[in-house]
Nanobody
Framework: VQLVESGGGLVQAGGSLRLSCTTSGFTFADDAIGWFRQAPGKEREVVSCISTDDGHTYYADSVKGRFTLSGVNAKKTVYLQMDKLKPEDTGVYYC??????????????????WGKGTLVTVSS
């Protein structure tokens, strides 16, 4: 099992970035795959999660309407499109996944697998 993030970088407020999480070892049939972030000096928080069995997607209130999570089964890749970025979106973004479960369960118990993270910096 492996999760590899890419797409982080420096962007001005109001700009956009797209993060990618390329996975291996997941079927995308019934997995929970999502993104967390950790800002400097703060605890890690959930950003978004998708249950691949039915496509149900969860978003944190702070990113609703600005971020879009999508998955491509053939590529075993999940994307996080981030628009209208704000300085408070700055942090390390981690891809996380749990096989054979839903986002509700994965977020309750905590994801089983984690990527190493990619840094997103939004300047004001």
């Amino acid at each position: 099992v492996q999760l590899v993030e890419s797409g982080g970088g420096l962007v001005q407020a109001g700009g956009s970035l797209r993060l990618s999480c390329t996975t291996s070892g997941f079927t995308f049939a019934d997995d929970a795959i999502g993104w967390f972030r950790q800002a400097p000096g703060k605890e890690r928080e959930v950003v978004s999660c998708i249950s691949t069995d039915d496509g149900h997607t969860y978003y944190a209130d702070s990113v609703k309407g600005r971020f879009t999570l999508s998955g491509v089964n053939a590529k075993k890749t999940v994307y996080l499109q981030m628009d209208k970025l704000k300085p408070e979106d700055t942090g390390v973004y981690y891809c996380a996944a749990t096989p054979r479960t839903t986002c509700n369960m994965a977020l309750y118990y905590g994801p089983r697998y984690w990527g190493k993270g990619t840094l997103v910096t939004v300047s004001s």
